[in-house]
């Protein structure tokens, strides 16, 4: 059974230019959700998707968006990029969008602004 | 506020020491669910644990054992016989029953590593 899949898993972007990065589930798993890390913040919840609806965002600008489709793919774009937004970007996915059910991780996508 | 403080940033061990992790959480919610999740080199979570309000039982699962108490706020987590492949990050969160979307909150995570 194949897990999250992020990809890439590395990109170097340029401070102004604008990034998307893509999340696949696992197979049957209807819900997304996509984590910063950083040294200094730690990891930040950005946004959460079930069945293609934004059920929940954290506390990001609005540089920062998503979506996800109706294989469940999900993608986050991040525009106007900062040197601060240099970070791993993780997706996790849920079968039921629950937490306390379990959501899996990728091995997320590392960004490093420049 | 935290609400997920993980107050030892870095711990070493020598093979074979137990080693616990403290973890203490923040919530008004009554119904709620404390994880512990590893984060190896290679980027990803990895799930270890789950455990709800509900359920104080402390168990122990192979070389992993947790305490959870609620009167203190506690979560605290046991590697027992540690081995060099335990080596990773290893991150508390929480989640709030009430709150719509699902979301974790993380705490800052406690870096261990295992001396062969």
């Known amino acids: 059974k194949a897990g999250v899949t992020q990809t890439p898993r590395y990109l170097i972007k340029t401070r102004g230019q604008q990034v998307t990065l893509s999340c696949s589930p696992i197979s049957g798993h209807r819900s997304v959700s996509w984590y910063q890390q950083t040294p200094g913040q730690g990891l930040q919840f950005l946004f959460e998707y079930f069945s293609e609806t934004q059920r929940n965002k954290g506390n990001f600008p609005g540089r920062f968006s998503g979506r996800q489709f109706s294989n469940s793919r999900s993608e986050m774009n991040v525009s106007t990029l900062e040197l601060g937004d240099s970070a791993l970007y993780l997706c996790?996915?849920?079968?039921?969008?629950?937490?306390?059910?379990?959501?899996?991780f990728g091995s997320g996508t590392r960004l490093t602004v420049v | 506020a935290q609400k997920v403080t993980q107050a030892q940033t870095e711990i070493s061990v020598v093979e074979k020491e137990d080693v616990t992790l403290d973890c203490v959480y923040e919530t008004r919610d009554t119904t709620y669910y404390l994880f512990w999740y590893k984060q190896p080199p290679s980027g990803e979570l990895v799930f270890l644990i789950r455990?709800?309000?509900?359920?104080?039982q402390n168990e122990i699962s192979g070389r992993y054992s947790w305490n959870f108490q609620k009167s203190t706020s506690s979560f605290n987590f046991t590697i027992t016989a540690s081995q060099v492949v335990d080596s990773a990050v290893y991150f508390c969160a929480l989640s709030e029953a009430l709150n719509t979307g699902n979301q974790f909150y993380f705490g800052t995570g406690t870096s261990l590593t295992v001396i062969p």
């Open positions: 996790a996915s849920s079968l039921a969008g629950i937490t306390a059910y379990g959501y899996t």
């Open positions: 455990r709800n309000s509900f359920d104080e």
